[in-house]
């Protein structure tokens, strides 16, 4: 298996632009998750997916962050409009759901600079 | 809520000593404790688990856990260091139940030559 798929790997965008980040879980997997990491605030849940629904979004900063997952092999954070606070790395997770604890599966991440 | 603290946000050993990087967590009941590891510019792989099976945890590249109730702690532990074991270190929580992972701040593993 290829493993999480993020893309693009890099962004720089200016401040008041759109920022589209895309991810293709692991085939299989039934839980994908959204992530951010920051020097300040380390590593924060932003929303995570159970058969492409949305479970938790309690950690969407606000409502210029939205995340989708239209079908089981995609999922997309959009943030509209950026701003140079949501300069961060961006890491999508997937998992398989099973008796017993749940092991998360990273991307390599996508890294965005807003200026 | 459930949480992770790990103490000290570096660490630096010489190649071939122990490894100690600190976890405790808080939770209102038993939890599943796991360590992942980030290398540079790259996402984090999984070193081991603690899912209630056996209270002393054997990972990948030769590390340990142990989760001790009592202290409710989750220290990781390698006997010899290796240069290649540099990197960062974050703890990470989870109830049973709830499928998300609650990170700590991390630790930075310096390994001197």
């Known amino acids: 298996d290829a493993g999480v798929i993020q893309s693009p790997r890099h962004e720089v965008t200016e401040m008041g632009q759109e920022v589209t980040l895309r991810c293709k879980p692991i085939s299989g997997h039934d839980y994908l998750f959204w992530y951010r990491q920051t020097m300040m605030r380390g590593l924060e849940l932003l929303i995570y997916f159970n058969n492409n629904v949305p479970i938790d979004d309690s950690g969407m900063p606000e409502d210029r962050f939205s995340a989708k997952m239209p079908n089981a092999s995609f999922s997309t954070l959009k943030i509209q409009p950026s701003e140079p606070r949501d300069s961060a790395v961006y890491f999508c997770?997937?998992?398989?759901?099973?008796?017993?604890?749940?092991?998360?599966?990273f991307g390599a991440g996508s890294r965005l600079t807003v200026l | 809520a459930q949480s992770v603290t790990q103490l000290g946000s570096h660490v630096s050993v010489s190649e071939g000593a122990l490894v100690l990087l600190r976890c405790n967590y808080s939770s209102s009941v038993p939890p599943y404790l796991f360590w992942y590891v980030q290398y540079p510019n790259q996402g984090l792989q999984l070193l081991l688990k603690?899912?209630?099976?056996?209270?002393l945890v054997k990972g990948i590249n030769g590390f340990e856990a142990e989760f001790k109730k009592s202290e409710t702690s989750f220290h990781l532990t390698k006997p010899s260091a290796h240069m290649s074991d540099a990197a960062e270190y974050f703890c990470a929580v989870s109830e049973a139940g709830r499928r998300a992972l609650t990170f700590g701040s991390g630790t930075r593993l310096q390994v001197q030559p």
């Open positions: 603690y899912t209630s099976a056996a209270t």
């Open positions: 997770a997937s998992s398989l759901m099973g008796a017993g604890a749940n092991v998360l599966t």
